[in-house]
Nanobody
Framework: QVQLVESGGGLVQPGGSLRLSCAAS????????MAWFRQAPGKEREFVAT????????SYADSVKGRFTISRDNAKNTVYLQMNSLKPEDTAVYYC?????????????WGQGTQVTVSS
């Protein structure tokens, strides 16, 4: 069974940047699409971005389009989320998962996530 570990979160000022990482162990991610989700306090978990197994196709939520970039390094079994021009409303716990569905309910397993806080 694959285990996913998210990292790279932290406190950043509005307009700043962060790069999140999602490392997998136990099984390769090479042949799987990957997705990032986030959950803000008191809100449901929402889709952020997804990337195909090859990295050739990406898709984003409208709220992050043009500011966030999802990428992957299959040799390192790692997926990234580069977040630029961060806003306070981006504050959330960020999770990665294996798959391409935009619906959080379609995933059975979640890692611990990484906290991103955007505040001055």
């Amino acid at each position: 069974q694959v285990q996913l570990v998210e990292s790279g979160g932290g406190l950043v000022q509005p307009g700043g940047s962060l790069r999140l990482s999602c490392a997998a162990s136990g099984r390769t991610l090479f042949s799987y699409a990957m997705a990032w989700f986030r959950q803000a306090p008191g809100k449901e978990r929402e889709f952020v971005a997804t990337i195909s197994w090859s990295g050739g196709s990406t898709s984003y939520a409208d709220s992050v389009k043009g500011r966030f970039t999802i990428s992957r390094d299959n040799a390192k079994n790692t997926v990234y989320l580069q977040m630029n021009s961060l806003k306070p409303e981006d504050t959330a716990v960020y999770y990665c998962n294996r798959g391409s569905s935009r619906s959080a309910g379609n995933y059975d397993y979640w890692g611990q996530g990484t906290q991103v806080t955007v505040s001055s």
